[in-house]
């Protein structure tokens, strides 16, 4: 399946600049760097790095990243922004790592995108040291299941409710948008959390963050159906070592 990704590379590296979409901006960068915050970290893996934004993000606030990508334009784009960074084309489900190689692993918005999620998941957890974290923020599942439809609308264009649809099913849809149009996965929540759990990670945090700014309209409208959900997996220390600790 042609996913879209290099024909749309172009328009996205347009449209995220160096603070990102509004989710970014607003929701998702704040709710992602007051987690980092909590630790310190030696080393980071950003799967699915795209343009290197966020890979950036982490270098300023010194924490020394690798990021991967599988699509060559966004790759080459990161090392262009990054010319001192560590940029590798690769796919998440096959990560060109050393088991235990990182105390920090990131999917920042990248599940939806892969159609063997579980083998991706599977190995972030194979290169993810003993007390590692893995970072994860996702699109929200009830936000996925209306995607193709989008907000249902009276007659003067304002929206009503969202809708929910095939909530328990897992399929892709293309997704359109900017000049951008590639192809989404829909999954329940269920299929997300039962992957980390049998990869054998602890949950330590789950939110659905509120957005922080950009708007009073965007915010209203984001906090009727919110978007993003962000959680936090610890890889458990092997038994004769300490338990990891719920934050």
């Not at 235990?100 to 599977?122: C, G, H």
Request: with cysteine; aromatic share 10%; proline share 6%.
């Amino acid at each position: 399946m042609n996913n879209g990704w290099t024909e749309s590379a172009e328009a996205w590296i347009a449209s995220m600049g160096e603070r990102g979409d509004w989710g970014r901006e607003h929701v998702l960068d704040p709710a992602m760097l007051a987690r980092l915050d909590r630790r310190r970290f030696e080393n980071a893996l950003d799967v699915g790095c795209g343009e290197g934004r966020f890979c950036r993000i982490l270098k300023k606030r010194g924490i020394p990243v690798v990021g991967i990508d599988p699509t060559k334009p966004l790759l080459e784009a990161a090392i262009r922004n990054d010319t001192a960074g560590q940029y590798h084309l690769a796919g998440a489900e096959n990560l060109p790592f050393a088991d235990n190689s990182f105390d920090l692993v990131v999917s920042y918005l990248t599940l939806i995108d892969i159609a063997e999620f579980r083998q991706a998941i599977s190995e972030m957890v194979r290169v993810l040291a003993p007390g590692g974290a893995l970072l994860v923020a996702n699109l929200t599942s009830m936000s996925t299941a209306g995607a193709s439809t989008g907000w249902i609308r009276d007659e003067d264009g304002r929206p009503l409710h969202w809708p929910l649809d095939r909530y328990s099913s897992e399929y892709s849809m293309r997704s359109e948008w900017a000049g951008i149009r590639i192809v989404n996965w829909h999954r329940p929540l269920s299929a997300y959390m039962n992957a980390f759990l049998q990869a054998g990670l602890q949950l330590v945090h789950f939110d659905e963050p509120a957005a922080l700014g950009g708007g009073k309209e965007k915010m209203e409208r984001y906090r009727r159906m919110p978007w993003f959900n962000l959680m936090e997996w610890v890889r458990p220390l092997p038994r004769s070592g300490q338990p990891a600790q719920t934050l």
